[in-house]
C-alpha cells in the first residue's frame, strides 16, 4: 500500500481565497482524522471520522472551515474563505477503528500558505 | 477532557547519552498510548505503543512503559545517535476513539 497520500504537497493561495486539500487514506482503513501543526499551538485534532461519519468536529477553528468524507477512500478539508492565520502544515491520518489500541498512519501534510 | 502533557523543549544532549523525555496524561477509561517521531519536513511515524498498564513498548532502542498509578509514558533511550534529533510527540487514543498528541518535544543530539 501506498500509504495515506495528501494533495497537494505544498499550497500558496491569497487571503479570501478557498483552499481545497485532499486525503487519499490507507485502503482498509475505516477511521480519518485532520490535524493541523503550527509552531505556537503545535498538533491540533480538527476532525475525525468513522465509517465516513464526522464523529467530533470540535476541533474546527470556525465556520471557515469545513470537512467531507463522501466515501471510504476519499477525504477533502476546504478553508473558505483563506485568512493569513490559516498558514500552518495540514495532515490526515487514517487507522483502523474497531480496535482501539490501533496506531494511526499520517500522510505527509500539506503546507499551506496563505498570503 | 482527555489530554496529553510532555516535556518542553528543546533537549540537547550528546551523542551516547541517555534520554528521557516525560510524558503524562488525563484520560477517562483505559486509553492506548503511544510514542510518535517526525523528522523534518515528514508526517508523523508511530515509534512505539503500549494498550495496558505496565505494558513496556520498544523500538530502535527507544522504551516507554505504561504507568496507570502515575498515568506516566516516558520515553528513554540508553545512548542516543545524531540520527535520532528529530520532534517526538506522546498521544493517547481514547475510549471514544479521538487520537490525542501533546505538544511535541524537540531532540538534538550533537555528535
Known sequence: ?115 | GDSVTQMEGPVTLSEEAFLTINCTYTATGYPSLFWYVQYPGEGLQLLLKATKADDKGSNKGFEATYRKETTSFHLEKGSVQVSDSAVYFCALRSNTDKLIFGTGTRLQVFP
Request: charged share 20%; with cysteine; glycine share 6%.
Open chain 1, 1 to 115: 500500500d501506498a500509504g495515506v497520500i495528501q494533495s497537494p504537497r505544498h499550497e500558496v493561495t491569497e487571503m479570501g481565497q478557498e483552499v481545497t486539500l485532499r486525503c487519499k487514506p490507507i485502503s482498509g482503513h475505516n477511521s480519518l482524522f485532520w490535524y493541523r501543526q503550527t509552531m505556537m499551538r503545535g498538533l491540533e485534532l480538527l476532525i475525525y471520522f468513522n465509517n465516513n461519519v464526522p464523529i467530533d468536529d470540535s476541533g474546527m477553528p470556525e465556520d471557515r472551515f469545513s470537512a467531507k468524507m463522501p466515501n471510504a477512500s476519499f477525504s477533502t478539508l476546504k478553508i473558505q474563505p483563506s485568512e493569513p492565520r490559516d498558514s500552518a502544515v495540514y495532515f490526515c491520518a487514517s487507522s483502523w477503528v474497531q480496535v482501539q489500541n490501533t496506531e494511526a498512519f499520517f500522510g505527509q501534510g500539506t503546507r499551506l500558505t496563505v498570503v
